[in-house]
């Protein structure tokens, strides 16, 4: 019971972990957004969080910065700071949840501790999930909006889904279901019998002891 245990939180960690390097590449590419202009299909438009780019047919590609924080719209400066959090969040939770299940000195006779650590980092990764998934879908539901406004002009090029905009959903699914995992497997291991309460926890030697008639 006690290898089954370990086997599924370290696969729950995989998961997690899988989950958070996901949503910082998301994070970064400017691929949260792109569109072909219709005068030269040669060049594909996309957009990100931090920069606007042009893809041309060769291989080149050219960025630039956005001028301004402010002057973005309301749905990419919100989600500027929800995928940075989300970031902070992943990594604080990895910091945790590594503290639970490594075996280290300082919390050796302490199980009680380890699973503290093990439900912190559970409950980090799952907020994790909440601040990737929030802002790709609001920005995706800006996008589809846009799309089909019919005050824009036929000829005016539409915004649309970016390959980021797939991969952040992804990670903040697998955010979430590690983080769940994670806290259901503590939970679960807490009715578990003492020898196989703690992942770190070594088996006890029995002492030697009287017997007393």
């Known amino acids: 019971m006690h290898g089954a245990l370990m086997f599924r939180m370290r696969t729950t960690m995989l998961l997690a ?18 569109f072909n202009l219709d005068l030269n299909e040669l060049e594909i438009w996309t957009m990100g969080l931090w920069q606007v780019c042009i893809m041309q047919e060769e291989g080149a590609t050219e960025c630039k910065t956005h001028d301004s924080f402010l ?6 400066r919100v989600s500027r700071v929800l995928m940075c959090l989300s970031n902070g969040l992943g990594l604080l939770a990895l910091v945790f949840a590594s503290v639970g299940l490594d075996c280290w ?31 790709v879908s609001w920005v995706a539901y800006t996008t589809v909006l846009e799309f089909w406004d019919e005050a824009i002009p036929d000829i005016v090029p539409r915004w649309e889904f970016g390959e980021a905009m797939f991969l952040g ?13 994670l806290i259901y497997s ?25 017997l007393v008639i």
Request: aromatic share 10%; proline share 9%.
């Open 186 to 210: 503590t939970c679960l291991n807490r009715t578990g019998t003492p020898a196989t309460m703690s992942p770190c926890s070594h088996p006890s030697h029995p002492k030697n002891t009287d």
């Open 71 to 76: 002057a973005l719209p309301l749905e990419l």
């Open 17 to 34: 972990l899988f989950g958070w390097v996901s949503s910082c590449v998301t994070t970064f590419v400017p691929l949260w957004k792109n």
């Open 169 to 181: 959903w992804f990670a903040g699914s697998f955010l979430m279901a590690g983080g769940l995992l």
């Open 105 to 135: 000195k300082t919390c050796e006779g302490k199980p009680n501790a380890k699973k503290q650590f093990l439900l912190a980092g559970g409950a980090a990764f799952s907020m994790a999930g909440v601040t990737t998934l929030v802002p």
